[in-house]
């Protein structure tokens, strides 16, 4: 009886410590992730990413930083920060130990500094790339803070007389040609070559009207035309440039689907769109009321495996695309705990994790990626790199953490494709709700099965027409010899 007075008690205690103490924070995430499934629809997934701590002014011990608005990661983890409010670049090691703070520089044996800057980058040089937004110009530094060179006021015949160079986001291809996103420029992304000359526009930004606005216009007359407010192209909002050279760009265009772009070194959008909806951010929103409106994707960063990721200022999320523009997951939320954002500026990736900088929190976020997260990543770079059995084999054990989620039936199907595995592709296209991809695998199988029944085909197509030959021959002879008789010639 005691013994079992123990055991209750010891149950009571155990169910009372499970209500009292709380699980880990970092057992859940603060944010839902999600994916759109074929018909559109929101669907949850496993967290790629968990928050795992946060950069701040006073744990670096250099003060609190004040409104940045922009970062930069290097391949060796250095951590480039745009601290604007303070007017100052802070530059951190792979340790997160401040290596140097620049916030004055030797102009030709003058004292400068920096206006409110809005835009960092650093080149494959490490030389540093600033657009001094107040102070009209892009200032290049060199790693160790010495000025290297100033690109302001560009003269040109395509500029208007009175234009006003405020520069707002920067970045650098490797033959030192810089592309400049500048304040009241709907033209496109200015380009500027290595001698700091105006070279022109790259990605001009087409601007339609709405069915709606065409007719009210058709009906509007020549006065109400006058008034109207005129088709102008949007402005861009960030840049950035992947290994080969191509720019990466967004624009906060609330009309087009086009809302993020590749442009080859001619200029043209050579970005991919295949998935099944368009690559801007979320396709299912609110029209009115709070978090209401398109994303408004205010910033981009390349990723390794041809993926790159958008930042959402409206909703404050992340949208994480493959090569192939195939949404892989989204997440990311407003609040006021480690994970979720009050005023998201940038994303940039240090090693295999991310990083935020959030101008309203005055910190960068910095998350892990998760088991999910992980396979996705490894399946989808292996799939880029040609590695198809590998990526089977990965996409496979995401399927084992969500059986709901297409892309890995999608990625699985690609990688048969590839290995000429057409039948079993085309199941799992099937699965994946790709019809595209399965009319394609479809008709390889069928062009395979013909291929390979062919010569028995025509072997017995040949047999039939030449026993139907025979028969009709013989039928001919048997009749005339019938006729013959009975007419008594024999």
């Known amino acids: 009886m005691q013994s079992k007075r123990v055991l209750l008690l010891a149950a009571i205690m155990a169910l009372v410590m499970t209500i009292v103490v709380p699980p880990p924070a970092s057992a859940a995430a603060p944010y839902e992730a999600y994916n759109y499934d074929f018909y559109g629809d929101a669907v949850p997934l496993p967290a790629p990413y968990l928050p795992d701590y946060a950069i701040t002014g006073s744990s670096l011990g250099i ?17 480039y920060i745009l601290d604007s409010g303070n007017a100052r670049v802070v530059i951190l090691d792979g340790q997160l130990n401040v290596k140097q703070i620049i916030t004055k520089f030797d102009n030709n044996g003058k004292e400068d500094g920096f206006a409110a800057p809005e835009g960092l980058f650093v080149s494959e040089k490490n030389e540093i790339y600033v657009a001094d937004t107040e102070h009209n110009r892009v200032v290049v530094l060199s790693n160790n803070g010495k000025l290297i060179k100033i690109v302001e006021s560009p003269k040109s015949d395509i500029l208007p007389k009175d234009f006003k160079f405020v520069p707002l986001k920067v970045t650098v291809d490797s033959a030192d040609r810089l592309f400049v996103v500048a304040r009241g420029v709907f033209e496109g992304i200015m380009q500027f070559d290595d001698k700091k000359v105006f070279m022109g526009y790259v990605g001009t930004i087409s601007v339609s009207p709405s069915l709606w606005e065409r007719l009210w216009r058709s009906l509007s007359t020549k006065a109400q035309k006058q008034q109207m407010e005129l088709f102008i192209p949007t402005e861009f909002a960030s840049v950035d440039i992947d290994s080969k050279g191509f720019v990466y760009a967004t624009a906060i265009d609330n009309t087009s689907n086009e809302t993020i772009k590749r442009l080859n070194p001619s200029g043209q959008d050579v970005l991919k769109r295949y998935g099944y ?48 523009g195939d ?25 295999d994790k991310l990083a935020v900088l959030d101008r309203g929190k005055n910190n960068i976020a910095v998350f892990r990626p998760t088991e999910f997260g992980s396979l996705v990543r490894q399946a989808t770079i292996q799939h880029y790199s040609g590695n198809d059995n590998e990526a089977v084999k990965l996409w496979g054990q995401v399927l084992r953490l969500n059986t709901n989620y297409e892309i890995a039936y999608l990625g699985i199907g690609k990688s048969l494709l590839m290995e000429k595995k057409n039948e079993e592709a085309m199941e799992y296209f099937k699965l994946g709700m790709s019809r595209k991809n399965y009319s394609v695998a ?13 010569g028995p085909f025509m072997t017995v197509l040949i047999s039939l027409v030449a026993a139907f030959v025979a028969f009709r021959i013989a039928r001919n002879v048997i009749r005339r010899r019938t006729v013959k008789r009975e007419a008594g010639l024999y």
């Open 277 to 324: 909806w368009p690559v801007k951010g979320d396709i299912r929103f609110r029209r009115f009321g709070n978090n209401s409106g398109p994303s408004k994707l205010t910033d981009i960063k390349v990723l390794d495996g041809g993926m790159y990721v958008a930042l959402d200022s409206n909703r404050a999320r992340l949208f994480t695309y493959n090569d192939e």
């Open 63 to 79: 003060g609190d930083f004040n409104q940045p608005k922009d970062m930069y990661v290097t391949h060796d983890g250095t951590i």
């Open 327 to 351: 949404l892989l997951y989204a997440f990311g939320d407003r609040g006021n705990q480690l994970g979720v954002f009050n005023t998201p500026v940038a994303v940039e990736q240090i090693g």
């Open 442 to 454: 479809y008709k390889r199988y069928r062009r395979e099965v013909m291929k390979d029944n062919f």
